[in-house]
């Protein structure tokens, strides 16, 4: 009982000295002298100039804490924008270091701070060359880790033990911002609503950042981890891991990287997006920033790769790509050096539809109506104005991809063995089909987009088709019970103005030539045809089932303009005889204005017997002697011409017969 009562009295006595000591700390502890060492830590750690214009103040339960407001940052000797403007700074610091007067700060928590930077890419070096100039700890711990790494690589010994370690604790950002302009333009950045935690206990051990911001009104999360930041900052390379998740997209990335004026970075990335063109916006990479698509499922995208980056090249090795539901593999390069991203690689796919494909490139969206145009979508994201192909990103990056596929797709049109190609260069965007198998021959294709200089979006079509099946072909474009049966060639050039379908057709310009040989008119009855010719003055032509007319050969040319196709040469040779149409077809009204001529050979007259003349000479049998006839050129069969005229509409023709 007696040793208890001193010790009671011993831990009574110190926890009165500790409440005293708490309770003088506010009047041990000077405003000033926390400004003065907030100040000076600070720049120590950054090499910055540091301006505190109002004085701190200071709460002490639960935790001592001082708070600065109306902080400023710049570059020493700079006059323009402060590197960083924060409207409050909270320390936090260990009670019993402030009493024996040494201010060393646990937390330090930035609250509304904004960040200026020129062009990111080029100001991280600069800002870490700028810590490690300072004559703060971080500073001289910076210059000692390049130092250190100088040495390693010269004697290839390892040196990161060496390092000098000492304490850093945790950052805190509350709703922060950054400011920044890119390369490619002068117009300003902001990555706003930036919350974010840093960790890093000690200048040796590894670091996380995690937190989320604001980006094109769309919030993003992330989570950075970096293995050794010391050495990172000391231009050497790290293991880093990576994670951001949005809306617009999720990416990762595990491998190592460096800090330096030639930045580098390797390792596996992967990225996942509902919609390509919807991400490519938000990253920044539209030539319009106030214009974006809708984000629809006909544009998902995900990509696995190895990567190697800097500043002026990224390439992609191992590329397994996913472009709406169509996985490939292949290779790529992108170069940045230029006003566009330059884009080469090569991509083969098991299966490939190819008018997705080309539409999500090159970014078609569909027709709107007006009050889905005024609507506007999280402030950033609105339809673009009714038009059926928007080539307004196809200033966005210069593309030359090679494409192949075993399996491929246009429209309802299937083909094997593609070789393909998209590029994309100065406003024009050109998908060139070099080789294919298709409708039981091989087909050539090209589609061009392109933009006038007044702003008008054109498409252009090239097509040439050979030894194709015309019935394959004709279903292949949506006739469920074509009118044609042979093996022919089909030659297509066509340029339009792909504002609506209506517009297509009144602007389209072109030609058209297609031949048939040895094929079948299926649903046409010549003999009926020739029945009503001669009989009616006035008839519709129908379709009959189960009949059809054979021909050696049908040749077709026609040009397009004026929103007409206007029929040059269309001829039909058969056994009976030849059918030929001319005119124009109004493509807008479907209606028809042709005339025809059906040629039908008449029956051959035989010749009459000519009798022998009394003059003439006889033979030794009494036989009148016939000389032989003078060579004659043989005569052309006489032809019974059938004149007529078509008028109606295409699904319902009706025919009046002229002489």
Do not use: C
Request: glycine share 6%; net charge negative.
């Amino acid at each position: 009982m007696k040793l208890i009562r001193p010790v009671l009295a011993v831990i009574t006595l110190l926890a009165l000295l500790v409440v005293g000591a708490l309770a003088a700390l506010p009047y041990i502890v000077s405003s000033d002298s926390i400004r003065l060492h907030l100040a000076q830590n600070i720049s120590a750690w950054t090499g910055y100039s540091v301006e505190i214009r109002q004085p701190p103040r200071m709460s002490f339960f639960p935790v001592f804490r001082a708070s600065l407001s109306d902080v400023t940052l710049s570059k020493m000797n700079d006059a323009n924008a402060p590197f960083m403007a924060a409207e409050r700074i909270e320390v936090e610091m260990s009670p019993l270091d402030a009493l024996f007067g040494r201010v060393a700060f646990s937390e330090t928590r930035l609250i509304n701070a904004h960040f200026n930077l020129s062009e990111p890419v080029e100001d991280l070096p600069q800002f870490v060359n700028t810590l490690a100039s300072s004559s703060g700890r971080l500073g001289l711990a910076i210059r000692q880790a390049r130092n250190l790494a100088a040495k390693k690589s010269e004697n290839g010994q390892n040196a990161d033990s060496q390092l000098q370690t000492m304490p850093f604790g945790r950052l805190v950002l509350e709703n922060s911002s950054i400011g920044f302009t890119t390369r490619n333009t002068e117009q300003p950045k902001e990555i706003t609503e930036i919350n974010a935690t840093i960790n890093w206990p000690q200048t040796t051990s590894a670091a996380t950042v995690k937190g989320k911001a604001v980006w094109q009104k769309e919030t993003a999360e992330y989570n950075l981890s970096v293995a050794q930041p010391l050495l990172l900052l000391a231009r050497g390379m790290s293991q880093i891991t990576a994670q951001v998740s949005s809306k617009p997209l999720t990416l990762s990335f595990d491998g190592r990287s460096n800090i330096s004026e030639n930045i580098f970075t390797e390792g596996a990335f992967s990225l996942a997006s509902p919609s390509l063109s919807e991400s490519l916006h938000w990253l920044g990479l539209s030539s319009d920033a106030s214009y974006s698509l809708r984000t629809t499922a006909e544009d998902a995208f995900s990509i696995e790769t190895n990567i190697s980056a800097t500043p002026q090249r990224i390439k992609l090795a191992d590329i397994a790509l996913n472009l709406n539901n169509m996985p490939a593999k292949g290779a790529a390069e992108i170069g940045l050096g230029k006003q566009r991203p330059i884009v080469t690689g090569t991509l083969a796919f098991q299966t490939l539809n190819a008018v997705s494909f080309f539409h999500t490139v090159t970014t078609l969206v569909t027709k709107v109506s007006e009050d889905e145009q005024s609507k506007l979508y999280d402030d950033y994201r609105y339809y673009a104005p009714p038009r059926m192909i928007d080539t307004r990103l196809l200033n966005s990056a210069d593309l030359d991809i090679r494409l192949s596929a075993q399996n491929a797709t246009i429209g309802a049109a299937q083909m094997t063995g593609l070789a393909a190609a998209l590029q994309i260069r100065d406003g024009q965007a050109i998908f060139d089909i070099g080789d294919a198998k298709a409708f039981k021959g091989s087909i050539q294709t090209s589609i061009k987009l392109a933009q006038t200089e007044n702003g008008q979006d054109t498409i252009g079509i090239r097509l040439n088709a050979a030894n194709i099946d015309s019935a394959a072909f004709l279903t292949a474009l949506g006739l469920s019970d074509p009118i044609l049966s042979g093996q022919g060639n089909l030659s297509v050039t066509a340029e339009t103005s792909p504002q609506n379908l209506q517009s297509m057709l009144q602007n389209a310009r072109g030609q058209i030539s297609f031949t048939l040989n040895n094929g079948r008119m299926l649903g046409f009855d010549l003999n009926d045809f020739i029945a009503k010719m001669k009989s009616e003055g006035f008839f519709a032509l129908q379709r009959r089932d189960k009949v059809s007319l054979d021909f050696k050969r049908l040749d077709v040319k026609a040009s397009l303009g004026d929103g007409v196709a206007t029929l040059e040469t269309t001829k039909v040779e058969t056994m009976q005889g030849a059918l030929s149409l001319t005119g124009i077809i109004p493509l807008t009204d479907r209606s028809l204005a042709l005339s025809g001529t059906l040629s039908l050979p008449l029956p051959e007259k035989e010749p009459a017997e000519k009798p022998a003349e009394n003059g003439e000479a006889a033979d030794q049998t009494g036989e009148a002697q016939t000389p032989d006839p003078a060579p004659t050129e043989p005569q052309k069969p006489e032809t019974e011409n059938l004149h007529f005229f078509v008028g109606g509409s295409w699904d319902r023709p009706f025919i009046s017969p002229s002489k």
